[in-house]
């Protein structure tokens, strides 16, 4: 299975600051179609996890364009541009190249 | 607007089998894939497989083959996520979450999760 490595676990970020989250692949998630299948996941407390990012860079319908990802083969990065209250909770990579689909460990973002 | 309502909280014996239903609503059900995904108390996701809704065939994680069955029902847009010889290992909340069209491949995980279901397995 591809292992999914996010970076860090734990992200103390102070409101209206940026924010950056690290997620690499153990195998190139470049699809043969030459599509990247990686997206970025936001769960809140006590919420079902929304999809913030598809294919490595492109911003769901009504997210907002703080939150950015980049990225390619094992290297993915989220950054959101200035933290805001409404960010906080845990923040999943995800590979949809190789099966099975494989989550990163997540990364919870709190407010200092 | 698409709408994805799982059924009600389950207690289950180790040993014992578990059916978690997923009813969509607000879209063509058999035009889009299903995906199950699950999430053990304070721990992350974890995909455990997909299923094509028009044709019924399913695809599992290997860790859960032979014990997962994803089935659908066309006449009630509902798809159903059964779980046989549970373990305490299984106490989790089940998610069905909603793939890209079926013409799409590999076929995503979605924007559009259902509420959860937890399963709670304890003697």
């Known amino acids: 299975d591809v292992v999914m490595t996010q970076s860090p676990l734990s992200l103390p970020v102070t409101l209206g600051q940026p924010a950056s989250i690290s997620c690499r692949s153990s195998?190139?998630?470049?699809?043969?179609?030459?599509?990247?299948?990686l997206n970025w996941f936001q769960q809140r407390p006590g919420q079902s996890p929304r999809r913030l990012i598809y294919?490595?860079?492109n911003r769901d319908s009504g997210v907002p364009d703080r939150f950015s990802g980049s990225g390619s083969g094992t290297d993915f990065t989220l950054k959101i541009s200035r933290v805001e209250a409404d960010d906080v909770g845990v923040y999943y990579c995800?590979?949809?190249?190789?099966?099975?689909?494989?989550f990163g460990q997540g990364t919870k973002l709190e407010i200092k | 607007q698409v709408q994805l309502v799982q059924s009600g909280a389950e207690v289950k014996k180790p040993g014992a089998s578990v059916k978690v239903s997923c009813k969509a609503s607000g879209y063509t059900f058999a035009s889009y894939f299903m995906h199950w995904v699950r999430q053990a108390p304070g721990q992350g996701l974890e995909w455990m497989g997909i299923i094509n809704p028009s044709g019924g065939s399913a695809t599992y994680a290997q860790k859960f083959q032979g014990r997962v069955t994803m089935t659908r029902d066309t006449s009630t847009s509902t798809v159903h996520m059964d779980l046989s010889s549970l373990r305490s290992e299984d106490t989790a909340v089940y998610y069905c979450?909603?793939?890209?069209?079926?013409?799409?491949?590999?076929?995503?995980?979605?924007?559009?999760w259902g509420q959860g279901t937890l399963v709670t397995v304890s003697s």
């Open positions: 979450a909603r793939g890209d069209i079926l013409t799409t491949y590999p076929p995503g995980v979605t924007n559009y």
């Open positions: 294919k490595v860079s």
């Open positions: 195998q190139s998630l470049v699809y043969s179609d030459g599509n990247t299948h």
């Open positions: 995800m590979q949809g190249t190789h099966r099975p689909y494989t």
